[in-house]
């Protein structure tokens, strides 16, 4: 018999966690204050409890062999699916801190070429048509148009 | 609809702004619905941002152009290489696909154009002539009903957007928590604001579109690093766009019915796209006298369900426009940026709003007829597009992401807030939740705590005894009951149509 369990229950135990951590939160209130985010807590805490038991179900199928269908994005999620999408938002983060510092316009050309070459782009046409279209599009609507003051970075303050 | 009104609307959509949207809108529209992995809904959260700094009538006509114009988009790679854009063009993929395999591609694509163009233009007039009465409702409104639309709104979208119900709706009351953080209005006391003084005035909502729709598909697309992905061959486009005189007559009753059908099914909370689209596909092989040759790469096939689907946008918009309730993920995003221009949904949008909300729906008319008009004579460029590598636009969707985010406020913490939502969004999505109840959940949720807050003033007893004194509460709450079980019946609708598959590939091989 595997020891697998469905994700619902993680999904399950992570809601009622939340919900009761957020409700703890609320005694800091006052009672007016207070009172609907607590009805939503307690209405969250009861979903919580209902994937949860979906969750015990979907495990007992799993564990019988059965092959459960999932559908539109939902997938079983372990560490082979994560890696990319995880390198993904590893590389975004590192473009929004650097944003701020170096500005948009270098941050962003680092960022794109960066993610390119992450996705194992390899025509430097591709390259140069993808950077310079993006940061053209963005200067013409958003600085020009729109009057968006970007962050300039240490370059040009 | 007065003429000095008329004027106006006239003044409106022949301003430059107006007239470049509209053609950015509509063009810019087909492209992302083409563009492999793209939705109506991602290009709108993403373009919130642009049309936040136009003036609300150019604004807006762009949003509902790209609206509709994306829906059509999605159906080119349905047809050419049987992989849908959209979740609204899976059922103009059973005849379009076999067209494109006869050497039919460019007239299936031909025929989609026509009677998308059609159907939105139909649905189009109906939003028009529909929409003023109906709005009058909203005058009955009282604080006990306008948090009642609130719970109706997020039971619909939450029971309909995910396969699993209870996480819908789970998916909502996130929203609402969310929509809770800040300052609370009547009591002063800031509410999960953990001490930051960025979250005193609440999450902002487009960083958090934009994060839930956008960048979590990036992050969904990135799972695809290294693989291949079907191209669209050389020769799938070849033959005539148009269709002939005789292939039109056997057309024209179905793309009108279907036109309906669309109109009518995107007026239902909740029934999108793909349900109008469905539906569509089943009545026309139900009506036709060649219903065997449904499934075999029949012209009628890809007329109908196309009709339909992009009349379900303008049939959507009516519940948006009248009462606030969006039907789709979509429309939720709709609404979310027609608040941003101080627009709120109801009898206002047709008298104190009367130039902005009728020259939108004039232009959304225009969209619809451009749709065909650019859709025919770029068809050949539009399927180049579709096949245009998901490396190249993962990075450019990301650059938009954060450009759009910031632009909201000048402000970074925004963009932090879109990177956290595209995480939020990335889990909700892998583990069955659908992101569209958070947004609504966002946007309804000051309302739906405003409006029950009030009515317990109001009621001064028992609330309960208060709102079934009340007739259009009585009807609001029984709506919400039966939106409740509105996923049986939708239940019940894929298994006829999974009937119905079965039945046209059974045609086939015998």
Known sequence: ?157 | MNAEILGQVIQNLLSFQTILALFLGVFGGIIIGALPGLSATMAVALLVPVTFGMEPVAGLTMLTAIYTSALYGGSISAILIHTPGTPASAASSLDGYQMTLKGQGAKAIGMATISSMIGGTVSALALLFLAPPLSKISLAFSAPEYFLIAVFGLTIIGSLAAKSMVKGLAAGVIGLLIGAIGVDILTGYPRFTFGSMSLESGIALVPAMIGLFSLSQVMIQAENRGKKRKKISADAMSGKVLPNKKEFKTVWVSILRSSGIGTFVGMLPGAGGDIGSWVGYNEAKRFSKNKEKFGTGYIEGVAAPESANNAVTGGALIPLLTLGIPGSSTTAVLLGGLMIQGLVPGHELFTTHANITYSVIFGFIIASLLLGVIGLLGARFFVKISGVSEKLLAPIIIGLCVVGSYAINNNIFDVWVMVVFGVIGYFMRKTGFHPAPVILGMILGPIAENGLRQSMLMAKTDLLTYYFTRPISVVLIALTVISLFSPLVMKWWEKRNANNLDDGQETKIS
């Open chain 1, 1 to 157: 018999m595997s020891s697998k369990l469905h994700q619902d229950l993680y999904v399950g135990v992570i809601v009622i966690g939340v919900s009761i951590f957020l409700f703890i939160k609320t005694f800091g209130l006052i009672e007016e204050a207070a009172r609907y985010p607590q009805g939503l807590l307690v209405l969250f805490t009861l979903f919580g409890i209902f994937i949860i038991l979906k969750g015990i179900k979907k495990t007992k199928l799993l564990r019988e062999g059965e092959e459960l269908k999932y559908d539109g994005d939902e997938a079983p999620l372990n560490i082979k699916l994560l890696k990319s999408p995880l390198i993904t938002l590893a590389i975004v983060v590192v473009y929004v801190w650097l944003l701020s510092f170096i500005g948009f316009f270098p941050a962003t050309i680092l960022f794109m070429a960066s993610y390119l070459g992450y996705m194992q782009v390899k025509s430097w046409k591709a390259y140069v048509f993808t950077i310079v279209g993006l940061n053209l599009f963005i200067y013409l609507v958003f600085v020009m148009q729109l009057n968006v003051q970007l962050p300039a970075g240490i370059f040009f303050e």
